[in-house]
Nanobody
Framework: QLQASGGGLVQAGGSLRLSCVAS????????MGWFRQAPGKEREFVAA????????KYADSVKGRFTISRDNAKNTVYLQMNSLKPEDSAVYYC????????????????WGQGTQVTVSS
């Protein structure tokens, strides 16, 4: 099971750092991704990172502002979010995948409870 945390209420331009911890499995075996879902919208890809952390990919909407990283020794994946905008408001989820070549939500599993991020203008 994956558990995301670190969300909260922040003003536009602010920063948050999300964490995703796994219980019962080694995250090092998986490509890890962050996704988000705003009310009334479909779940969308945000960022992904390969098993070693050597390759990362981002949605165009967050490129240059968000950074995904991982610490396999701590079984944790992070999402550093800077220069936050109101349109970044959503529930953020982490999930485990097989390949960084496929970044649709349907290609990821082990969805855990998300964490709410709210950015005020």
């Amino acid at each position: 099971q994956l558990q995301a945390s670190g969300g909260g209420l922040v003003q536009a331009g602010g920063s948050l750092r999300l964490s995703c911890v796994a219980s019962g499995r080694a995250l090092s075996s998986y490509v890890m991704g962050w996704f988000r879902q705003a009310p009334g919208k479909e779940r969308e890809f945000v960022a992904a990172i390969t098993r070693s952390g050597g390759v990362t990919k981002y949605a165009d909407s967050v490129k240059g502002r968000f950074t995904i990283s991982r610490d396999n020794a701590k079984n944790t994946v992070y999402l550093q979010m800077n220069s936050l905008k109101p349109e970044d408001s959503a529930v953020y989820y982490c999930a485990a995948g097989i390949t960084i070549a496929r970044l649709n939500a349907a290609d990821f599993g082990s969805w855990g409870q998300g964490t709410q991020v709210t950015v005020s203008s």
